[in-house]
């Protein structure tokens, strides 16, 4: 298997989506090593990786131009063309391309449930190593690690500014989030403020050689 960078750059993935990924991988692995609970931490990490592989879909590309460089948005828009031919939606081409890659069956769950779409489940099944996934997907925003209220924050200004702002959702979405952050620092050795740029810098170095299982 090769390693992550490798992959992202074998499937055509931005800079600015690969750093989102490692930002969000990097979220979780310190989660893992300060949890007060057992992690499942190879697929957790490996999954937080790969769990927005299918993203340029949606994407907005003039939005942020900047995160589409070197290449460029002629090049992105036709990557972005292809991605949407073949997979459909980013949901399916994140799922078919890891199962692509032959990664585990465990892997492949937790990649299923991160999302705002997967959040209700999530809370139902009541996994922790699911609410890592996404939790450490909800601290990162466009630029850098957020702290969680922020990040909803910036998540709800955009529905609005989208038109699909729904008050009642977003109470749901921030009570079930704010949940899994106390159940996941309750007795852990970090605060949810011990995670931010610096530290997670110093961990995506090392991720960029990881192995996906």
Known sequence: ????????????????LQM??????AVASILCDHAAF???TEHVISA????????????KLEMSP?????????YWSKVQKEFTEKFGNEHHAAMEIAKELGV???TLGYIDMVGMGGLV?????????????????????????????????DLFARQRQAGRYDEKQRDEWRSMLVGFEKELFAGANI??????????????????????V
Do not use: Q, W
């Not at 989102?20 to 991988?25: C, D, E, G, Q």
């Not at 900047?66 to 002629?74: H, M």
């Open 104 to 106: 585990s069956v465990a």
């Open 48 to 59: 937080c990786l790969l769990h927005d592989m299918g993203n340029i879909i949606k994407a």
């Open 38 to 40: 057992e992690c499942d």
């Open 66 to 74: 900047e995160l589409f460089e070197p290449e460029g948005i002629a």
């Open 121 to 153: 489940a999530t809370a139902e099944r009541g996994d922790l190593n699911n609410k890592i996934c996404s939790y450490s997907d909800m601290r990162v925003g466009l630029y850098g690690v957020l702290s969680l209220e922020d990040r909803l924050g």
């Open 20 to 25: 989102h990924m490692l930002r969000v991988a």
């Open 1 to 16: 298997m090769n390693t992550i960078t490798e992959i992202y750059k074998g499937c055509r993935i931005n800079a600015g």
């Open 191 to 212: 605060k949810p403020e011990d995670i931010n740029d610096e530290p997670v810098a110093f961990c995506i170095a090392k991720l960029k050689s990881y192995i996906v």
